[in-house]
Structure formats: C-alpha cells, structure tokens
C-alpha cells in the first residue's frame, strides 16, 4: 500500500493543502510570491504535486511535466525566512489533519527536506 492510499488519499492531501493555503494566504512573507490573485490554482498544482509523491496518480506530471520544483520556484526569493513561514504553515495543517504521528513525522521529515532545498538566497 502507497503512503498515498495509507493517509486516506486524495481528500486527506486536498484536506491538508487547503488547511496550509489558509495559512499562506494571510502571511506577509509569502502571499506576495503567489502571482495569481485567487490561490486556488497553486492550491491544486501542490495538491495534485504531492499525491504523485505519495504514490497517488501522475495528474501533476500528465498536465505540467517533470516536477523540476527549484527551476520553477527560481523566479522568486525563498530566502530562509520564507523557508520557515512555509514550514510554520504546513506544520501547522499536518497538527490538524488527523494522521497518526508517524505518518505527520513522515510527511515533516519529506517537506522540511523540499523547504531547505528551494531556499535559492539568503538575502
């Protein structure tokens, strides 16, 4: 069985990006770097991004290709206070999203990794 399938799916991942895009879309650091006005469109690409990472379908590769997540997150400045606000707000869905510890512990350890890896500037 697929972490994907372990956690509930899709509507657990939808669940908990929905939960962290709240976060996002009030804080200072990061709202600026979503260009669209309506975050509902970066809400489903992260969705649909991280199902295919836990093992769910390959929507994400089907509509946008490789993930390549540094390339496409290099036109903005994720320095390492953006890295911390991001992790504040996914941390913060994964406490409320009902998984076991071990399956947040999981989650953490993927995302706290991906955070540090698009950190591109320490201005």
């Known amino acids: ?21 709240e976060g996002v879309a009030t804080d200072e650091v990061l709202r600026p770097m979503y260009p669209e006005e309506d975050l509902a469109p970066a809400e489903d690409r992260f969705a ?3 199902m295919q990472y836990w093992g769910g379908p390959t929507t994400y590769s089907d509509r946008r290709g490789h993930p390549r997540l540094r390339m496409r997150h290099a036109p903005f400045a994720v320095n390492p206070e953006a890295r911390d606000h991001w992790l504040t707000h996914f941390r913060a869905a994964l406490e409320e999203s009902g998984l076991t510890a071990e399956q947040r512990e999981t989650f953490n350890d993927y995302v706290t990794h991906a955070a540090q890896f698009m950190v591109n500037t320490l201005d």
């Open 1 to 21: 069985m697929s972490f994907y399938d372990e956690i509930g799916g899709e509507a657990t991942i939808r669940a908990l990006v929905h939960r962290f895009y």
């Open 48 to 50: 649909l991004f991280l």
